[in-house]
């Protein structure tokens, strides 16, 4: 691991995150029938801190399903290549699905994960929310319908997000200075 927390800089911080993450649960919460069932499916391992946070503030009733995904590896760049751990999952007949994920760069991993559930859960509807949005990074068409932040092509951990397999327990966001 050639980057040390030492010389990790704090982009967002925890205050920060935590109210935008609770305005983007009503900004879902404003979108759906609340009285209507919610499938929330969390990207392992990226997107934990933020599908919990998310989760709490939500007002329908919500199944918790998980998936696990990779595309980056050990690197600072994705791979161009994805890797499934884990993709069990049941029908959703007539279901609303809500994927939520920490970050869509290129939009490999997100591309191919809506277009799989599309083409074998049997959603009513399939939606999308992001923690953060690296537009300028993208190579696929992927938008998300929900996001709570835009950030600009930096390689950014903490509250998730990792590097090497650490520092997704920070509570902030943080990038290494050059
Ligand atoms: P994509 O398939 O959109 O190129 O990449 C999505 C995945 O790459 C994310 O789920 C995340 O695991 C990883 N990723 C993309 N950008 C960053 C970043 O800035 N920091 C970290 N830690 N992971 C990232």
């Known amino acids: 691991m050639e980057k040390d927390i030492k010389d990790l800089k704090i982009l967002i911080d925890n ?3 935590t109210s935008r993450i609770k305005e983007l649960a009503d900004e879902i919460n404003s979108k ?4 209507k069932p919610l499938v929330l499916i969390c990207v392992l391992r990226g997107a934990v801190m933020f599908y919990a946070e998310l989760a709490k ?3 329908m009733p919500v199944k918790m399903e998980f998936v696990s995904l990779s595309s980056y590896g050990n690197s600072q760049q994705s791979s161009g290549k994805i890797k ?7 029908s959703f007949k007539g279901e609303n699905v809500l994927v939520v994920e920490d970050i869509v760069d290129t939009g490999l991993t997100l591309d191919f994960l809506i ?5 074998n859960c049997e959603a009513q509807d399939v939606k999308l929310a992001v923690l953060f949005d690296k537009k300028c990074a993208r190579k696929y068409d992927v938008k998300p319908d929900f996001s709570a932040f835009d950030v600009d092509n930096k390689f950014i951990v903490g509250f998730g997000l ?3 397999g650490f520092y997704r327990n920070l509570d902030y966001i943080g990038y290494f200075e050059a």
């Open 162 to 164: 990792d590097y090497c």
């Open 115 to 119: 277009k799989f559930i599309k083409s």
């Open 57 to 59: 503030y939500l007002k």
């Open 32 to 35: 759906y029938d609340i009285s």
């Open 15 to 17: 205050k920060t995150l």
């Open 84 to 90: 499934t751990m884990n993709l069990n999952l049941p």
